[in-house]
T-cell receptor, first 114, second 117 residues
Framework: AQTVTQSQPEMSVQEAETVTLSCTYDTSESDYYLFWYKQPPSRQMILVIRQEAYKQQNATENRFSVNFQKAAKSFSLKISDSQLGDAAMYFC???????????FGTGTQLKVEL | GAVVSQHPSWVICKSGTSVKIECRSL??????MFWYRQFPKQSLMLMATSNEGSKATYEQGVEKDKFLINHASLTLSTLTVTSAHPEDSSFYIC?????????????FGPGTRLLVL
């Protein structure tokens, strides 16, 4: 079984600043995939970034990047140059290699302030 | 690419009636689709996994006779809430799996808000 833990229920960041959202996980699988999804007020789930566990290089997507620490089972999301449109609930999720069920964390509500 | 639609986006129905929700992958074929339920300010709860051409796999505690799932084609899965009651009121989200093997990524529909009166 997999578990995903997001210990920050809420975070705030000033516009144009950088914020890091934390995520830790536990799995007995050696192969797995990690995701960050964003859910804005519209409630549409949007894929932000994906990381394959077998890759050492941290994934990046424009202003979004991850710090993947496999030994520590940590997968944090860094948002640079925060924008008002980044305000949303962010979910960390894991799927084991060969499987297809996503295990979600409880989410972090990100507020972006002017 | 990887767009998933849901219809309707919201529905209000009377207690005892059935409601059908459609989930379509618009620009890719999806062998597997998923149905989730989400309560306010909570995470997504997986209800069932829908496989094209075969019976859906339900999570523990989800009544399969209550939530009927049909995955008749590679681009369409439907969830029917039968004999709906107020406690079935919720936000239902589907996702479609893009890719096979060990590179699965789920893309989500915009969700359906169901209110049962």
């Amino acid at each position: 079984a997999q578990t995903v833990t997001q210990s920050q229920p809420e975070m705030s960041v000033q516009e144009a600043e950088t914020v890091t959202l934390s995520c830790t996980y536990d799995t007995s699988e050696s192969d797995y995939y990690l995701f960050w999804y964003k859910q804005p007020p519209s409630r549409q789930m949007i894929l932000v970034i994906r990381q394959e566990a077998y890759k050492q290089q941290n994934a990046t997507e424009n202003r979004f990047s991850v710090n993947f620490q496999k030994a520590a089972k940590s997968f944090s999301l860094k948002i640079s140059d925060s924008q008002l449109g980044d305000a949303a609930m962010y979910f960390c999720a894991l799927v084991p290699g060969g499987g297809n069920k996503l295990t979600f964390g409880t989410g972090t509500q990100l507020k972006v302030e002017l | 690419g990887a767009v998933v639609s849901q219809h309707p986006s919201w529905v209000i129905c009377k207690s005892g009636t059935s409601v059908k929700i459609e989930c379509r992958s618009l620009d890719f074929q999806a062998t597997t689709m998923f149905w989730y339920r989400q309560f306010p300010k909570q995470s997504l709860m997986l209800m069932a996994t829908s496989n094209e051409g075969s019976k859906a796999t339900y999570e523990q505690g989800v009544e399969k006779d209550k939530f009927l799932i049909n995955h008749a084609s590679l681009t369409l899965s439907t969830l029917t809430v039968t004999s709906a009651h107020p406690e079935d009121s919720s936000f239902y989200i589907c996702s479609a799996e893009l890719g096979q093997g060990i590179r699965e990524t789920q893309y989500f529909g915009p969700g359906t808000r169901l209110l049962v009166l």
